[in-house]
């Protein structure tokens, strides 16, 4: 008896691969509300990664792989005196931007960080510029990083709208990698051969396990993940572009295309549908949608999903801090979400264990009014017995209508609420806060209080003097657009 041999026909790119690269190669971006957002997304991601310089466990990753390597045309590492290869730089780039959980975020059926491809896009560009300029060329401008941006968050957050990584245990920052990939390449000069090329490695290359963002094994590679993944990209994208064949089925191909390897198969609710029905799911075509509904970190280094519970909590502070040893109970009322990224107890281990507890992050402002960085490494915790206390005096709890506003993509919500009892048999009023001060909602509340947040990171790097300039530029839309991107960067050059 014969065994059936199928015929070697090689398919055309997958349809999704296509897709992306139609976008990037032929989208006209005209929205003004995504253009402004984009310039506001600039700034605040360049000063967390300048806040981030402050902590030596950033810092000791940064640099070039061998001490004393000059590279021609090199990129470079804001705040920093380093001029690196685009690849690297763009890992440098990426951990500082992620290190504090400060930057941007996204909520869908995957969540993530959108602002993490400034990593490899502004490498990319900052090395291109140089060249350019070197060859008699035009640099490109920082309008060309704020249309890179505006692509790539909507490449991660579009696909991230309702197809979900982490229920089959892949990280959010593969879709770093792929929108990285996409716009540098993009950015590099890539034809469309080239661009699906590259596109087609980004998911054949194996992907982050989302082990090291969850209890018990919860620790620093989360802050330095997304700059492996944007670097990633940057490296593909020069492959791609040095000539290399795609893979076509990278999504498809039966037994070996990531659908059946790494995204179906161990996924329930995928798993049931029919063969041709277990692909990504795209809720909406790609525009420029995610720019303009970007959520922002403003008050609080913290996970998203935690910033209005410690809004709320900052809230309660005065009413509770001369009592804090006759409270019996704190219930912390939340959404599915929460609870199953961020709610834990026990012992935490590390200062990156402590930025994904939602417990923690609420027992710090409701005993000291605020939570910055520092308020999550060790000698402070160890200092502070009284976190611990009020953790263990917490019952978290889901609000269905929570949840449900949460996935509502008209409402987009991130609430939670708390209320504290005494011994005594009084409480606190129950203080809920839906949305928080980075949320499109209260945008105009919101953009104040980002400006003076990017101010003061920049202060913490730089002499009054260059912070103005810096601030002043990056607040003039107009002017930002024109500027070459090699005398934008030159303003953060050490």
Known sequence: MSATVEANVRPDYDDELQKIADYVLSYKIESSEAWDTARNCLMDTLGCGLLALRFPECTKHLGPLVEGTIVPHGARVPGTSFRLDPVKAAWDIGAIIRWLDYNDTWLAAEWGHPSDNLGGILAVADHLSQKRLAEGGNPLTVRDVLEAMIMAHEIQGVLALDNSFNRVGLDHVVLVKVATTAVTARMMGAS?????????????????????????????????????????????????????????????????????????????????????????????????????????KISFPAEFHSQTACEAAVTLHPRIKGRLD???????????????????????????????????????????????????????????????????????????????????????????????????????????????????????????VLEDKFRRNLATRFPQGRTHEIFELCKDQSRLEKTPVNKFVDLFVI
């Open 326 to 448: 006759e409270i019996q109970k704190i219930v912390l009322t939340t959404h599915d979400s929460a609870i199953r990224i961020i709610s834990k107890s026990g012992k935490l281990a590390n200062p990156a264990d402590r930025d994904h507890c939602l417990q923690y992050m609420t027992a710090v402002p409701l005993a000291f009014g605020n939570l910055v960085a520092e308020h999550y490494e060790d000698d402070f915790h160890a200092a502070h017995p009284i976190i611990d206390q009020l953790r263990e005096k917490m019952e978290v709890v889901e609000d269905e209508g929570y949840s449900r506003d949460y996935h509502d993509p008209q409402k987009r919500s991130i609430a939670n609420a708390i209320q504290v009892f005494f011994k005594d048999g009084t409480s606190t009023d129950k203080v809920a806060v839906e949305y928080p001060i980075g949320h499109r909602r209260r945008r105009p509340e919101g953009i104040t």
């Open 192 to 296: 469309r051969e080239q661009l699906l090329s590259a596109l087609s490695h980004a998911f054949v290359d194996g992907q982050s396990l989302r082990t090291y963002r969850h209890a018990p094994n919860a620790g620093s590679r989360k802050s330095w993940a997304a700059g492996d993944a944007t670097s990633r990209g940057v490296r593909l994208a020069d492959i791609a572009m040095r000539g290399e064949m795609g893979v076509p089925g990278a999504l498809t191909a039966p037994q070996w295309g990531f659908y059946d390897v790494l995204f179906s198969h161990t996924n329930k609710d995928l798993a049931l549908k029919p063969e041709s029905e277990r692909k990504f799911s795209f809720q909406r075509d790609f525009g420029s949608y995610v720019m303009e509904h970007i959520l922002f």
